[in-house]
């Protein structure tokens, strides 16, 4: 019997330096408070997506978390696609929904990645993500190696360091009206100039957070969802492109698969990206979201800086986005830090936004993205 | 803590071997042509497994560069700045190295260099990159050939 999946409940912990927590802790504290946001309890849940830990990491982690819970899922997996992950969660659980395999999902992510190890340990542990061989002999990281697609895009495109360090500044002016935030002082574009440089042209404000945090999502086949407390909120649409792991094996430095992972989330959805009215979208550095609002067509290339300069991002902008703060200033706990995203479009959508609230938004556009701008997951939401 | 080493296996054996002897090779598909690094299994563009090598001149350019100020592991802390750079070498395929002999300051994208062979801690040296001399017939002809 298939139908229809909507979110029906969403829940994020504490973000930032959440002491005494738990990657474990995390993901349950927002497991339950997502299944009771949606009106739930959880032995209403029958099927549960986990991510990854890089401080409890598990072979099985999804059954590690439903065990903690208590709960007996009849499917149950964890998924892994870097920042992707967390919109990748939602595809997959809608996708279970639909084919009638499944009634409420839990999609959950949490990490405590900034008291559970060093900040050294953490950037260590991202940089195993190059390449053996032929690309971690040479120091690459993850910063630098964004920063190579930074260089090019910037020689390409005509982009310049004050363009990137505008989406540096126009997050933080919305984590500022977030009181969850991690980062909530006010920057200025030289503040971001005067940063320590990480690897050039990124500077540490162009890069995102380490934080701990948790998320959770409760995905539901819409006649279920019936019974939930709140109104759902459509998935109307969702797509996926994967073109490469590696930096090095990237067919290009300036053109991602995001652009096809949206398109299909268009079409599916029968929408255009002029038609969203708020945007989440991956920001682990100023120019992965650059990157991403040109390739996906929000705006021309060349064009996203000079916008954004001008308030473009902001609540009464072209296009809202990132409102919560991105993972630039509200908070990155891995793939938690891509959940936030989701979370922050069903509360816009939703109406929950309180003092960042988009006016009355009825679409809005989720993405994630993984590796170096490697994985790409698109999500388009609605109310209805 | 050491650095990162390349471990050869089944399918870098060969490159690995190649650069003992000083040289860069990348992998040619013999039945539909495509040139590709770093090393597979298979073609990436046709998924035909007859492979063989060709070498590089070691003449290319920078394609897109980083000097990174912030390592990534304490076994790279000393070199701080270091260059990373992608190299497109003149047969078409790209590389990451590291660019030395240059102040980072001084890199841009385009820049003609040429390959050489860094030893490491380990068996293998390692392929990098430094600025390349270039005579006055090249420089017109890269000059007509950019894509930049």
Not at chain 1, 109 to 119: A, P, V
Not at chain 1, 272 to 284: C, G, M, T
Not at chain 1, 330 to 335: D, E, L, P, Q, V
Not at chain 2, 117 to 137: C, I, K
Request: aromatic residues 6%; glycine residues 10%; contains cysteine.
């Amino acid at each position: 019997m298939a139908s229809k999946a909507v979110i029906t409940g969403v829940a994020d912990t504490a973000v930032g330096k959440v002491e005494g927590s738990t990657s474990l802790g995390l993901q349950a504290e927002a497991a339950a408070a997502a299944v009771a946001d949606a009106g739930l309890s959880l032995g209403d849940i029958d099927g549960v997506l986990c991510a990854y830990s890089f401080t409890e990491p598990h072979l099985m982690l999804s059954s590690v978390v439903s065990e903690f819970l208590g709960i007996m899922p009849s499917y149950s997996v964890a998924v892994s696609a870097g920042g992707a992950t967390a919109c990748a969660q939602v595809m997959q659980a809608a996708a279970l929904i639909e084919a009638g395999i499944c009634r409420h999902v839990l999609a959950v992510c949490g990490d405590n990645r900034l008291t559970g190890m060093s900040r050294d340990k953490a950037v260590a542990a991202l940089s195993e993500v190059g390449h053996a061989q032929f690309e971690r002999p040479y120091g690459i990281g993850i910063p630098a190696a964004y920063a190579l697609v930074a260089q090019r895009y910037m020689h390409d495109y005509g982009v310049t360091p004050e363009h990137l360090a505008g989406i540096a500044v126009a997050t933080r002016k919305h984590a500022m009206r977030n009181p969850k935030a991690q980062m909530r002082q006010p920057i200025t574009l030289e503040d971001v100039a005067r940063s320590k440089p990480i690897a050039t042209p990124l500077r540490l404000l162009d890069c995102c957070l380490i934080s701990d945090g948790g998320a959770a999502v409760v995905i539901s086949a819409a006649d279920a969802a019936r019974d939930t407390r709140k109104r759902g909120i459509e998935i109307l649409g969702a797509g996926q492109m994967n073109t490469h792991e590696h930096i090095i094996a990237s067919p290009s430095l300036t053109d991602f698969g995001c652009k096809q992972a949206s398109a299909q989330a268009f079409g599916r959805a029968g929408v255009k990206p002029a038609d969203i009215d708020v945007a989440e979208i991956y920001d682990s550095f100023t120019i992965t979201l650059l990157a991403e609002l040109e390739s996906i067509g929000f705006f021309a290339r060349g064009e996203a800086g000079p916008a954004i300069l001008a308030g473009a991002l902001d609540l009464d902008g072209a296009l809202p986005c990132n409102t919560h703060g991105g993972l630039l200033s509200y908070a990155h706990s891995g793939a938690a830090g891509g959940m936030f995203h989701v979370i922050e479009a069903v509360r816009q959508l939703r109406g929950e936004a309180e003092g960042r609230q988009v006016a009355s938004p009825k679409l809005a556009f989720v993405h994630g993205d993984g590796g170096i701008l490697s994985a790409h997951c698109s999500l388009v939401l609605g109310r209805n | 803590m050491s650095k990162p080493l390349p471990q050869p296996d089944v399918v870098t054996r060969h490159f690995w071997s190649i650069c003992k002897e000083g040289r860069f090779e990348f992998q040619h598909c013999e039945a539909c042509g495509h040139d590709q690094f770093p090393p597979r299994l298979s073609c990436t563009a046709c998924h035909g497994a007859d492979l063989g090598w060709r070498p590089s001149s070691g003449r290319g350019t920078v394609y897109s560069f980083t000097a990174v100020h912030r390592a990534p592991l304490e076994s790279f802390k000393a070199d701080v700045p270091y260059v990373i750079a992608i190299v497109a070498l003149e047969e078409g395929v790209r590389a990451m190295m590291n660019l030395r002999e240059v102040d980072p300051q001084d890199v841009t994208i385009g820049m003609p260099v040429e390959l050489f062979f860094e030893p490491t801690e380990g068996e293998y040296p390692l392929p990098q990159a430094r600025p390349r001399q270039m005579y006055p017939s090249e420089t017109l002809k890269i000059i007509m050939n950019s894509d930049s």
